[in-house]
């Protein structure tokens, strides 16, 4: 998710094609760099993964 929504999703460097608030489906035994650009800048990347088995992802807070 992001604050203001509306920000373009990046995942490991590829365009999803969704904008925020979006939920994504990814492996759960590798870690991923997740971006968000607002505008055409992106915002720093967070890694996100892996998960141990049973472990639910928590939501990723991106700000402008």
Do not use: N, Y
Request: net charge positive.
């Amino acid at each position: 998710t992001s604050k203001p929504p509306g920000g373009r999703v990046f995942l490991d460097g590829k365009d999803t094609g969704k904008d925020t608030p979006a939920d994504l489906q990814i492996t759960a035994t590798t870690e991923h760099a997740l971006e968000v650009a607002f505008k055409g800048k992106r915002a720093a990347p967070k890694k996100v993964g892996p998960f141990k088995p049973g472990e639910a992802p928590k939501p990723v807070l991106f700000k402008p």
